[in-house]
């Protein structure tokens, strides 16, 4: 086992300054000087997950600043995708990114720097709340809003996560979505019109059945196997005969590959291949479907804001609060049992719980509505 003085340097420096924002987190609340103003003048909103994982959050998002258009907001960003997906999505807010803290730390460079620029942002800034969802429970997170100056207003949908840096805490339950506690948390019912590239999908009439079909997931224990993509190829074109679409990026072209590449010359030409490289191309794919088929994964999260039938693939009942917007659409497929221990997130399962017929039956289902 390898020893990098520099990464313990940096958890050692993490700690210490967890410890200081603590103690003085405490001595602030028994002094009654932590009290959330609603609604806040300045909001700061620590979007810190991935791509589905943000646009969970966008319906109850854009009515809340709806409702409060005198509230001035800036966005504070941990991943790139989530930034991306912000500004593709209409909110044109500054940001404030501190993705680079990560970046620094896997190659070995000291972060003091970034961590004080942000820091001097969030407080030039003022903002009267720090709003933490999700992945910004973390304890870095929670230090930097912190040092903002601002009270914390912290969501999280794991029972038991440890929070104590939170001045209100909004736990979900486990019969709870992300998206019902995230309508509540925004005073946000019901679904909410978003700008840009999700205007609401519109389907010509007399078109022919258009499937789109995304076997691509971030984590390999959501894999389906190629196997089981291919076979519903085969039966999609020759038994219900529609037509087939698959979109293609960089990102997941290893496991379209593993799909596409075996498959007979015949159903090689009967499947489109159309290009998704950017987010806005993903949306106008799935604009242009009838039903997608899909993993647990953040275009099934955008073809829920579209409103689009659809059938999604779980690898694991331990995320079955992460639904899609407009979920009634969908056929969400669980495993019926949880395996006895948590799925490895960087292997996929030697057998998928979720077994072919199965999804065939949905998709059967889906495509008579």
Known sequence: MSFSFSAWRFEKVE???????????????????????????????????????????????SRWMAAHPGTEVRFVTGTPIARKTLKMTGFHQATIDIDEFKKARLEKKTSRTLRRQAVQAMREFAPDICLLTHQSRFRCYQALAF????????????????????????????????????????????AASLPGFLAPKTTPPNKPPVVLLHPGAKQAYKFWPPEHWRELIRRLVQEERVEVRVPISSFDAAQINAVLEPLDPALQSAVQRVQAEELTDLAERLKEADLFICLDSGPMHLAGLLGLRGVAIYGSRAVMHWTPPNAERFSLLFPEEEAAEKPAASSPPPTHPISFERVWDAVRFQLRQ
């Open 147 to 190: 040092l903002s100056g601002a009270p914390q207003l912290v969501v999280t949908w794991r029972e038991g996560d440890p929070v104590p840096l939170g001045d209100r805490i909004v736990t979900a339950t486990k019969t709870q979505s992300v998206l019902e506690v995230s309508n509540t948390l925004f005073d946000a019912p019901g």
């Open 15 to 61: 700690a210490l300054l967890f410890a200081y924002c603590a103690a003085r987190f405490r001595w602030q609340q028994w002094l009654g000087r932590r009290k959330l103003v609603m609604p806040p003048r300045r909001a700061l909103i620590f979007i810190t997950d991935h791509f589905g994982d943000t646009l969970i959050l966008l319906p109850g998002l």
